[in-house]
């Protein structure tokens, strides 16, 4: 079968589903921007940016900035596309993100494919991310109908596609009933076996300092420290979790240029609002910041952890939890969507409200106090991972049926 995946920065989430149907013989390209590493057996064609100029972007309608974006990056794709199309090439399959309206056009150029569409995210008004913490502002009608035209791209790939997949079940459930009819529930999975507690235990600053098992050192990262992943509660909770614990550190990794949602009020990165807010209150000599670490050292600090927060909007989960849980973290995650089909309050982990700052504080605090009370927790954080968001004996075998089973009957399996 000849496989097609699109995705602008490929692989992406299809990393382990490319190659394993590679070595399982199908004939697998990839189209993207992006030039990483290459896959085995993985043949990349690279499609060039679109031009997005400010000038460009100020003059389409302010609902229509994410479609027009998505539309240029359509029409590269599209060009680059063609040009394979030209040379004679037809994929059975195509497999592409929604994202970024890579596949707007796919059905137009490949009439006879199948296309599968990864689904992260869809936009609404109520119950996720638009409207849940107050510090973006009041809700307006203005917002409602920006929010809602945020889906016209997704929308058009959707109606061509023959079927979808989404990370967790309420992911899945954002979406309107008629694609979730023709949907998946298959997350990217993690490998559990490279990802476990028994790797390295101990970080070390950049200073010397060092820290191991048992020491009181609490953990965050996000791809941006930022409002959505929480990051200024947990900053307010560090306040309060110093004066209950004055020996505790804590580590925190994540870049601060872009954020989800915006920037902060007044402006400026999410980390500089942060710190104004905490200024003279906070002892930054004990919190330690990380723009960025390696994979393998990010899971070091998630063994060495005595207690891992993850907060987050209801929006789409991150893929450092259940790493964090994979590790045998003892997670304290914030009480909302999707967070609450992952962790169980005092089964795998702990959850608290997500806008209590006091709560955060006092949860670390006892978690660190009885870290004997948290072996059951990782134990069970990390089962929980390995039964329902492995890599290698659940999640790929998924992928990899359902793809084979769109292509060869053009319906899904789910």
């Known amino acids: 079968m000849r496989v097609l995946f699109i995705h602008q920065n490929f692989p992406g989430q299809f990393r382990h589903v490319a190659a394993a149907m590679a070595a399982s013989g199908h004939e697998v390209s990839a189209l993207a921007e992006a030039q990483n590493p290459p896959i085995a057996g993985v043949t990349l064609y690279r499609y060039p940016a679109p031009e997005m100029s400010q000038e460009a972007q100020a003059r389409a309608h302010p609902y229509l900035r994410r479609l027009d974006s998505h539309l240029r990056r359509a029409q590269m794709v599209a060009r680059a596309a063609t040009q394979l199309r030209q040379r004679g090439y037809r994929p059975e399959l195509i497999v592409s993100h929604i994202g970024w309206g890579e596949s707007m056009f796919m059905r137009d150029i490949f009439p006879q494919a199948r296309i599968v569409l990864h689904c992260e995210y869809f936009f609404r008004a109520q119950g996720g991310d638009v409207g849940f913490d107050p510090i973006y502002g009041e809700m307006t009608l203005d917002t409602i109908a920006r929010t809602r035209m945020l889906n016209t791209g997704q929308l058009v790939q959707l109606e061509a596609a023959d079927w979808g997949m989404a990370p967790t079940m309420w992911q899945r459930s954002r979406y309107p009933d008629w694609v979730q009819a023709k ?4 997350h990217e999975g993690v490998d559990t076996i490279a990802i476990n507690p028994d ?6 600053l950049p200073d010397g300092r060092s820290f191991r098992r048992g020491d009181p050192l609490v953990t965050y990262t996000a791809r941006h420290l930022e409002a959505y992943r929480g990051f200024h509660h947990f900053m307010e ?16 990794v994540g870049g601060s240029k872009g954020a989800y949602g915006g920037p902060p009020p007044g402006g400026g990165t999410w980390r500089e609002w942060a710190l104004k807010q905490v200024d003279g209150r906070l002892d930054l000599t004990r919190v330690h910041f990380f723009d960025w670490l390696r994979h393998d050292q990010l899971h070091t600090l998630f063994r060495v952890s005595a207690a891992h927060v993850y907060l987050t909007f209801p929006f789409v989960l991150s893929w450092s939890v259940l790493e964090a849980m994979a590790c045998g973290a003892a997670v304290l995650g914030s009480a909302t969507a999707p967070v609450q089909e992952v962790i169980a309050d005092g089964v795998n982990g702990r959850l608290v409200d997500f806008f209590d700052s006091d709560a955060i504080a006092h949860g670390l605090a006892d978690m660190l106090a009885n870290p004997a009370a948290l072996v059951p927790l990782r134990t069970a954080a990390r089962a929980s991972v390995v039964e329902h968001y492995d890599l290698q004996s659940r999640c790929l075998p998924q992928w990899v049926t359902l793809l084979e089973g769109v292509a060869r009957s053009g319906s899904g399996l789910g």
Do not use: E, N, Y
Request: net charge positive; hydrophobic share 55%.
């Open 183 to 186: 949907m998946s529930v298959i």
């Open 237 to 252: 909770a560090l306040v309060t979790l110093q004066k209950l614990r004055p020996d505790a550190h804590a580590v925190v």
């Open 199 to 204: 790797g390295p235990a101990g970080f070390t």
